[in-house]
């Protein structure tokens, strides 16, 4: 039991299954937050409830209110990793059903769609073949509609899958009727283009091709949309697999390798150089550099030594460790990290789609309207075949055929334009967030910098040759494993070309290195290193070391046979775009915010080099407190947008109203995202949220024309006065008009 007792009340989490849509979420949650002492948030995109409950409830209590609402309820199974049995091939599998309905639905609609809307291919019997090819479609394809519609109604409500399965069978049943009952079926008939408006029994008239194609078109909306669903738990498996998968343990006098999860707390394990630690511990012997990057944003990386604590799945990028592990599996502080992934996307509102939120009152209407139609044409003597025939027409001209395109090829024009220009959107519900972001909270390491350590400048003393300097500190440095020491060695070898082989090369603990090197003896590291062999800077680069550290740099000193020589400043250097990105961001209506685990000095020098205001840095924040700026900004009315690309940015970016992650970052930050930006320039944000506003001004567009063309044509069908060939016109005109309009994104540029 995942249970969580907090006073008199305990929390746990349900697992939901059977939801089609948002309505059936509100449903849900409303049914839940009935029940006495019970406080219930459900969230369609992960299919979740949160739930808080207390006094005689228990959780059975709580399940069985769900499946008494018509869904599924458990408790959700714990995350597995990868690599475990069965965790990449389960997820496929629950979409394989839908796909095998889709795949259905569009080979068999396609041909029954071409043959209505084409006159001169009306064969003889074509209508039959048209009745043959949609029965699969309309009974098998589209069971996921009847099934919800069913349920809905046990319930006493109505969502786009009652419209949808209403429709579908009326215009099936009806098309079964003309075709063995009434003229339909002669050999020879034809559907003509006649645009006269006139009243007729409808004898004569089949609309398989509304039934066929609204089911294909709708499965491909749920189709992606299910795809975007199953992302969910992806950022949680990323976490998990940044971890080190085995560990060299010490026992029995002896070294043993084991997987992770055999590791207890107190058991001693041995950190060779390039090693990932497996979980977080205290160092018991050795000393080294750990990049700690990933978890934490500082970009400098962290000297350690006995005593000091060290965190699960940051690199040992020096020396060998023997590490005391002290919290292991879900006390770690990867593991906290994935439940503060878990709990922002559980808590974020589910964005429910124009269609359904409207279909909880046009569904009921459309279903009333027709009732009340086949009553008046009896009422008035018109006939039973006629009075059906206006009833049904009512039905089948609310189907949603342009509603069912409206999402997805605005979509999928949208996602595909933003895909060429390294832009990828996740699913509609980004969009919503899109519109009402205000601020745009930016992490510094790798997002607006490059996320390594450059060299950035080389003071010399008097009389001392710049290349002089980097050749020798350079051909010291590049022996060394440190990231410091390899900027170094990276920008000498840029500048001056190949580097000399150093002698006697050693490497001092926290301070540095010291070699010989084409016949000098060198020292390069802290300043402390040159004060153990008796040397002082000179007050000109000891000025130079201390502006250089105020602006949040690391000042590196270089001497050679006894004399200092240089100050070097190495820092994770600003890309070039990030302040031009920066005024983009600002042209779009959004306030900058830096935030980052880096010290104060790092976070306000970079602020200021890309325009960033003082007061909008948060410096020194670590990955549980970035979420908790994120929640502060959002209780201060703000709309949230957050851009990162670490580890230490996942939770954040999945409690942001909207997440976009640097396609060059980790994966854990790209599956917690909305949007993804394949570049690694932040230009790419401002291209990014404008993309997403046009794509979503042209979903609204498109659900707008869709159900003006229904409102517009129901009193028609109403009056007894919508010809079947009129009604198919109109209903292809107002799909095509969604097609076209959404194919209008495809002219999306990026800005220069």
């Known amino acids: 039991m995942s249970t969580v007792t907090t006073g008199p009340l305990a929390e746990v989490e349900l697992a939901i299954g059977g939801m089609t849509c948002a309505s059936c979420a509100a449903r849900v949650e409303k049914k839940l937050n009935r029940m006495d002492g ?36 458990r408790e959700p199974e714990p995350v597995r990793r990868a690599a475990e049995p069965d965790a990449e091939t389960r997820e496929p599998d629950e979409l394989r059903p839908l796909r095998q309905r889709l795949t259905t639905a569009v080979l068999l609609a396609v041909p029954v769609v071409v043959l209505a809307m084409v006159p001169a291919w009306q064969f003889d019997y074509w209508q039959w073949l048209s009745l043959t090819l949609t029965a699969p479609v309309v009974t098998y394809a589209a069971w996921p509609f009847h099934r919800a519609a069913f349920t809905n109604a046990r319930h006493g409500a109505a969502t786009m899958d009652t419209l949808i399965s209403v429709g579908t069978s009326a215009a099936f049943l009806w098309s079964l009727w003309a075709l063995f009952l009434g003229s339909a079926g002669t050999p020879g008939m034809t559907h003509p283009f006649e645009l006269t408006v006139a009243r007729g029994d409808g004898a004569g008239n089949i609309y398989l091709e509304a039934a066929a194609g609204v089911t294909a078109f709708i499965l491909a909306g749920r189709y992606f949309e299910a795809r975007a669903k199953r992302k969910a738990g992806a950022a949680l498996r990323a976490l998990l697999e940044l971890g080190a998968k085995d560990v060299t343990v010490l026992r029995d006098g002896g070294e043993q390798r084991i997987p992770v999860a055999e590791l207890r707390a107190a058991d001693r394990f041995l950190v060779r150089p390039g090693e990932k630690i497996a979980t977080d511990g205290t160092v018991v012997e050795g000393s080294s550099a750990v990049d700690a990057s990933m978890l934490t944003g500082e970009s400098v990386p962290v000297e350690v030594a006995v005593g000091d604590a060290v965190t699960g ?3 040992n990028a020096g020396g060998r460790l023997v590490v005391e592990a002290t919290r292991v599996g879900a006390d770690t502080q990867l593991a906290r990290m994935a439940r503060l992934v878990e709990d922002a996307q559980n808590g974020k509102a589910a964005a429910q789609r124009l269609a359904d939120r409207v279909s909880a009152v046009f569904v009921p209407v459309v279903i009333a309207l027709a009732l009340a139609t086949l009553g008046f044409w009896v009422g008035n003597g018109a006939g039973a075949t006629a009075s059906f025939t206006a009833a049904v027409a009512v039905l089948i001209i609310a189907c949603p055929c342009a509603l069912g395109l409206a999402t997805p090829t605005a979509l999928m024009v949208g996602t595909g334009r933003g895909a060429q220009l390294g ?3 996740k699913g ?7 519109r009402r972001v205000d601020t745009v909270v ?24 710049e290349d002089e300097v980097l050749r020798l500190a350079g051909a010291l440095e590049h022996a060394s494993e440190h990231p410091i020491a390899q900027a170094v060695a990276a920008g000498a070898a840029d500048r001056v070309g190949p580097l000399p082989v150093p002698e006697d090369f050693a490497g ?47 000042a590196v000193a270089v001497a050679w046979d006894g004399e200092p020589r240089a100050v070097l400043e190495v820092a994770d250097a600003v890309k070039d775009t990030s302040a031009e990105a920066v005024a983009r961001l600002r042209s779009l209506g959004l306030t900058p915010v830096l935030l980052t685990g880096d010290n104060e000095a790092v976070a306000r020098a970079v602020a200021a080099e890309v325009g960033i205001d003082a007061g909008h840095v948060f410096a020194e924040v670590m990955p549980q407190d970035k979420v908790d700026v994120v929640k502060r900004l959002q ?3 703000r709309s949230v947008a957050m851009v990162g690309d670490g580890v230490n940015d996942a939770a954040a970016l999945a409690q942001a109203d909207l997440g976009l992650a640097m396609g060059t970052g980790t994966d854990a930050a790209i599956e917690a995202a909305d949007l993804t930006l394949v570049r690694g320039d932040l230009r790419a944000a401002a291209d990014a949220i404008r993309l997403a506003r046009r794509t979503l001004g042209t979903i609204r567009s498109n659900l707008f024309w869709a159900f003006a063309y229904n409102v517009a044509a129901l009193p028609l069908a109403a009056a007894g006065l919508l010809n079947p060939m009129i009604a198919g016109a109109a209903m292809a005109f107002s799909s095509v008009f969604v097609v076209a309009n959404s194919l209008r994104l495809r002219g999306f540029r990026a800005q220069g």
Request: charged share 20%; hydrophobic share 40%; proline share 3%.
């Open 38 to 73: 019970v406080t219930a948030t459900v969230n369609y995109a992960t299919e979740k409830a949160k739930v808080s409950y207390g006094g005689d409830v228990s959780v059975p209590d709580l399940i069985a209110t769900v499946e008494a609402t018509g869904y599924t309820a």
């Open 313 to 315: 799945a940051t690199v």
């Open 423 to 425: 832009i990828l959107i």
């Open 428 to 434: 509609p519900e980004v969009l919503e967030s899109t």
């Open 442 to 465: 930016l992490d510094k390491t790798g997002t607006v910098t490059t996320g390594r350590m450059t060299l950035l400048a080389v003071h010399t003393a008097d009389g001392v040759a």
């Open 508 to 554: 001092v603990p926290g301070l540095g290195v010291q070699g010989v090197v084409e016949g000098h003896a060198v020292l390069v590291g802290r300043e402390r290193l040159l004060t153990e062999w008796a040397m002082e800077l000179p007050a000109g680069l000891a000025r130079t070391k201390a502006e250089a550290e105020a602006r949040g740099r690391t």
């Open 635 to 637: 209780s201060e009315g």
